[in-house]
């Protein structure tokens, strides 16, 4: 048993709780912080996960960072035809400007979502069989995504 000697006004409460914190947690102990131990670097931002809003049987094919910001998610459902996009803050937050956007070139068709939001823009739905989609995603002023992608097969039977 380690034992732990500190100096405080409330000596006698103190050591009891640390005496009683280590014969309950050993390794919680071992791992107090003290001030000669280095703090951790920062960690870059991670990228946001899918959150399944576009729903069940989507499946995600193409994603795309926005900065630090979020990212941008194609997936496509392969029972309807249709495909999809959201964009999904990292680090959600007071409502910022976003969009998610998705179309394809002919006809010249596309759907967005445009607001303010919390967590995430879309989801936006469209049917693109047999053709290649563009896809964006934006978050306060940044913008990313993919022009003329993720193209279905041209024998498809569009609906």
């Known amino acids: 048993m380690t034992i732990i000697r500190r100096a405080s006004a409330i000596g006698a409460a103190v050591t009891a709780t640390a ?9 919680a102990a071992a791992a107090e912080p003290t001030a000669q131990q280095a703090t951790a670097a920062p960690k870059a931002a991670a990228a946001a996960k899918y959150n399944g809003a576009c729903g069940g049987g989507y499946s995600v094919v193409n ?5 630090t910001k979020g990212t941008v998610f194609l997936t496509y459902n392969s029972a309807t035809g249709k495909n999809c996009v959201v964009t999904v803050r990292t680090t959600p937050g007071k409502a910022v400007h976003m969009t ?28 693109a069989r047999g053709l290649c989609v563009t896809w964006r995603g934006e978050i306060s002023g940044e913008v990313a995504g993919k022009n003329g992608t993720n193209c279905g097969s041209l024998a498809a039977n569009r609906r």
């Open 63 to 67: 994603s795309a960072q926005i900065g």
């Open 19 to 27: 005496c009683a914190a280590i014969a309950l947690a050993p390794a």
């Open 100 to 127: 998610a956007s998705l179309g394809f070139a002919s006809p010249t068709t596309t759907v967005s979502d445009t607001g303010y939001y919390t967590m995430y823009a879309g989801p936006v739905y469209l049917d």
